[in-house]
């Protein structure tokens, strides 16, 4: 089955046709650049640029796999959670050209795209696992047990992972994306320099948050003067880094501990962090299990995971889906 | 030469088609009681339903949809649902202004006659998205974003009798008046966007490539506001 996918729900815009398990394309456009002087996502700005690029990267994504959208067998589109207005614009190109070509249309959770991503060759993992995404959007811990849905074991009380390392940044004068910027500058930096604490690690539950260590950040950033802070940056850097990984992988190992679960996977653009993938690497060594790293290119957002999740639901037919709205 | 037309900038679906300037079907819905625009809900399924009306896409030979200025998230939902159809369907798409649209509609009423026609519509924050016709429909103003107190000082220095129709007309219906615009009353239906004008624009419009077919916003995102003030 030929799918073609559009992803809208951040600041990148994106589409891509699978066949099966098979990526036979994947368009991502960035708009990374667009938003790096605002220091973050700004909304209205990302539905703007959505809208003007959703046709071309739909373009491409066809031309790249060579077909035309008369040789789809059905849509796809992410219906949320993620920016109201980013969601709309791609929510409405895909009703459209699924309603013009009367095709079928399947509407995905941003979050089980990501699962899902985990389904797509090469080396596909099936389900069961334990999937922890993590992102500037969302931290999520899921259990997968089947393809067509996840269970949500934890996910963050207040800012998700990624947008953590984006705030530290800001902080640290490390500019945006945090994430990339934070792990280069810890490179030269001690982990242990600063004492920054791991939140709730005292908690029973599976849920995150990351509030308490960036409050720390910010009061070890004021305690030192301005020269110091300049020369100790990697070293606050790397602290703070590794105490947000910290949390994954406690969180990771409580949740292994809580459950029977032959394989781990990694999802969301944190996923990229090399700290965040050797000590999950060392956690599912130790314990004997699978551990799946899809490419960069497929945990940060793209639409080959929204098609792989759309795979395992039921399609909406034509005209079942014309009233739909998005999900933000 | 059958064309479909639609415009979501107001907090109205409006969708049309025609045929040799006739209206085969024309819709207009209003958001539920004290609710949302139906824009993301309700615009393709009522396209569908007129162009079903019509007789199916086969008979469709444009596309027309209003481009604003308005509200951003309708215009996106309006301009990606026309770029996507011309996509899909390889059909023409024509960008329509909707002041323009507006003000067409003004322009039929009977109190129009040879004056000139202000196209006004609400654009929130106090603010009025207006642009001005002549009797033949030729354009005087540009689209553009104003106070009311501007507005007025603009239309103040008219040589000709003016009048106004459009959300933004009933909004500031006091401060137009005092500027010695007629204003539209109340239940006029041309106070609201007529589809069946963005089909006769189309018509009469030129196609465009689909890339370049995007929204009149006028305003900037406000974040950008906000980082120019810091700069200063
Ligand atoms: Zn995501």
Same mark, same amino acid.
């Given at each position: 089955?030929?799918?073609?996918?559009?992803?809208?729900?951040?600041?990148?815009?994106?589409?891509?046709?699978?066949?099966?398990?098979?990526?036979?394309?994947?368009?991502?456009?960035?708009?990374?650049?667009?938003?790096?002087?605002?220091?973050?996502?700004?909304?209205?700005?990302?539905?703007?640029?959505?809208?003007?690029?959703?046709?071309?990267?739909?373009?491409?994504?066809?031309?790249?796999?060579?077909?035309?959208?008369?040789?789809?067998?059905?849509?796809?589109?992410?219906?949320?959670?993620?920016?109201?207005?980013?969601?709309?614009?791609?929510?409405?190109?895909?009703?459209?050209?699924?309603?013009?070509?009367?095709?079928?249309?399947?509407?995905?959770?941003?979050?089980?795209?990501?699962?899902?991503?985990?389904?797509?060759?090469?080396?596909?993992?099936?389900?069961?696992?334990?999937?922890?995404?993590?992102?500037?959007?969302?931290?999520? *811990? +899921?259990?997968?047990?089947?393809? %067509?849905?996840?269970?949500? /074991?934890?996910?963050? @009380? #207040?800012? $998700?992972?990624?947008?953590?390392?984006?705030?530290?940044?800001?902080?640290?004068?490390?500019?945006?994306?945090?994430?990339?910027?934070?792990?280069?500058?810890?490179?030269?930096?001690?982990?242990?320099?600063?004492?920054?604490?791991?939140?709730?690690?005292?908690?029973?539950?599976?849920?995150?948050?990351?509030?308490?260590?960036?409050?720390?950040?910010?009061?070890?950033?004021?305690?030192?003067?301005?020269?110091?802070?300049?020369?100790?940056?990697?070293? *606050? +850097?790397?602290?703070?880094?590794? %105490?947000?990984?910290?949390? /994954?992988?406690?969180? @990771? #190992?409580? $949740?292994?501990?809580?459950?029977?679960?032959?394989?781990?996977?990694?999802?969301?653009?944190?996923?990229?962090?090399?700290?965040?993938?050797?000590?999950?690497?060392?956690?599912?060594?130790?314990?004997?299990?699978?551990?799946?790293?899809?490419?960069?290119?497929?945990?940060?957002?793209?639409?080959?995971?929204?098609?792989?999740?759309?795979?395992?639901?039921?399609?909406?037919?034509?005209?079942?889906?014309?009233?739909?709205?998005?999900?933000? | 030469?059958?064309?479909?037309?639609?415009?979501?900038?107001?907090?109205?679906?409006?969708?049309?088609?025609?045929?040799?300037?006739?209206?085969?079907?024309?819709?207009?819905?209003?958001?539920?009681?004290?609710?949302?625009?139906?824009?993301?809900?309700?615009?393709?399924?009522?396209?569908?339903?007129?162009?079903?009306?019509?007789?199916?896409?086969?008979?469709?030979?444009?596309?027309?949809?209003?481009?604003?200025?308005?509200?951003?998230?309708?215009?996106?939902?309006?301009?990606?649902?026309?770029?996507?159809?011309?996509?899909?369907?390889?059909?023409?798409?024509?960008?329509?202004?909707?002041?323009?649209?507006?003000?067409?509609?003004?322009?039929?009423?009977?109190?129009?006659?040879?004056?000139?026609?202000?196209?006004?519509?609400?654009?929130?924050?106090?603010?009025?998205?207006?642009?001005?016709?002549?009797?033949?429909?030729?354009?005087?103003?540009?689209?553009?974003?104003?106070?009311?107190?501007?507005?007025?000082?603009?239309?103040?220095?008219?040589?000709?009798?003016?009048?106004?129709?459009?959300?933004?007309?009933?909004?500031?219906?006091?401060?137009?008046?005092?500027?010695?615009?007629?204003?539209?009353?109340?239940?006029?239906?041309?106070?609201?966007?007529?589809?069946?004008?963005?089909?006769?624009?189309?018509?009469?419009?030129?196609?465009?490539?689909?890339?370049?077919?995007?929204?009149?916003?006028?305003?900037?995102?406000?974040?950008?506001?906000?980082?120019?003030?810091?700069?200063?």
């Amino acid at each position: 089955m030929v799918l073609l996918a559009i992803e809208t729900s951040c600041d990148d815009t994106c589409a891509a046709v699978t066949e099966g398990a098979r990526i036979r394309s994947s368009v991502i456009s960035s708009q990374a650049a667009a938003h790096e002087r605002f220091g973050g996502v700004v909304p209205e700005v990302a539905s703007r640029h959505h809208l003007e690029l959703v046709n071309p990267v739909v373009d491409a994504a066809l031309s790249e796999a060579d077909v035309g959208l008369e040789d789809v067998d059905g849509l796809a589109v992410t219906r949320g959670p993620g920016l109201i207005g980013a969601l709309l614009v791609g929510v409405a190109t895909a009703k459209s050209l699924a309603a013009a070509t009367r095709k079928p249309l399947v509407g995905v959770d941003h979050l089980h795209g990501h699962v899902a991503a985990n389904f797509l060759e090469p080396e596909a993992l099936e389900p069961p696992f334990l999937c922890l995404v993590a992102s500037g959007g969302h931290t999520l *811990l +899921a259990g997968v047990r089947e393809p %067509a849905g996840f269970e949500t /074991l934890g996910q963050t @009380l #207040d800012d $998700a992972a990624g947008e953590a390392l984006d705030k530290g940044a800001r902080m640290l004068g490390l500019g945006y994306p945090g994430g990339p910027a934070i792990e280069r500058a810890a490179l030269a930096g001690d982990p242990t320099a600063f004492d920054f604490p791991v939140g709730m690690s005292r908690d029973p539950g599976f849920d995150f948050s990351f509030s308490g260590t960036k409050t720390a950040l910010l009061y070890a950033i004021r305690d030192l003067d301005r020269s110091e802070v300049e020369e100790r940056r990697a070293d *606050l +850097a790397a602290s703070f880094q590794a %105490a947000v990984v910290k949390q /994954l992988i406690a969180k @990771l #190992d409580k $949740a292994l501990d809580a459950g029977e679960w032959p394989a781990v996977a990694l999802g969301g653009g944190v996923a990229a962090n090399s700290l965040l993938r050797r000590r999950t690497a060392e956690l599912c060594e130790g314990r004997g299990l699978r551990l799946k790293l899809v490419p960069t290119e497929l945990c940060t957002d793209n639409a080959a995971m929204i098609a792989s999740a759309a795979r395992f639901l039921e399609p909406a037919r034509y005209p079942d889906y014309l009233e739909w709205d998005a999900a933000a | 030469m059958s064309i479909v037309g639609f415009d979501t900038a107001t907090d109205d679906v409006a969708v049309a088609l025609t045929r040799d300037a006739d209206a085969i079907a024309e819709r207009q819905l209003a958001p539920p009681d004290g609710g949302r625009p139906r824009h993301a809900s309700g615009l393709i399924a009522e396209i569908e339903a007129v162009v079903g009306e019509g007789g199916g896409w086969e008979l469709v030979e444009a596309i027309g949809v209003g481009v604003g200025p308005g509200s951003f998230t309708g215009l996106r939902i309006g301009v990606a649902t026309g770029r996507a159809l011309a996509q899909a369907l390889a059909k023409p798409l024509v960008p329509v202004g909707t002041l323009e649209a507006l003000a067409r509609g003004i322009g039929e009423r009977s109190e129009a006659s040879e004056r000139l026609r202000l196209a006004v519509l609400d654009a929130r924050r106090g603010q009025a998205f207006a642009a001005l016709f002549g009797p033949g429909g030729e354009q005087v103003w540009a689209p553009l974003v104003a106070g009311p107190e501007e507005l007025a000082e603009r239309l103040r220095s008219l040589a000709r009798p003016c009048l106004a129709g459009g959300s933004g007309a009933l909004r500031f219906r006091r401060v137009l008046k005092a500027a010695g615009v007629a204003v539209l009353a109340d239940p006029d239906p041309a106070h609201r966007v007529s589809a069946r004008q963005v089909c006769d624009l189309a018509a009469a419009g030129a196609p465009a490539p689909i890339e370049s077919v995007r929204p009149i916003y006028l305003r900037p995102p406000d974040a950008e506001i906000w980082l120019e003030r810091d700069a200063r």
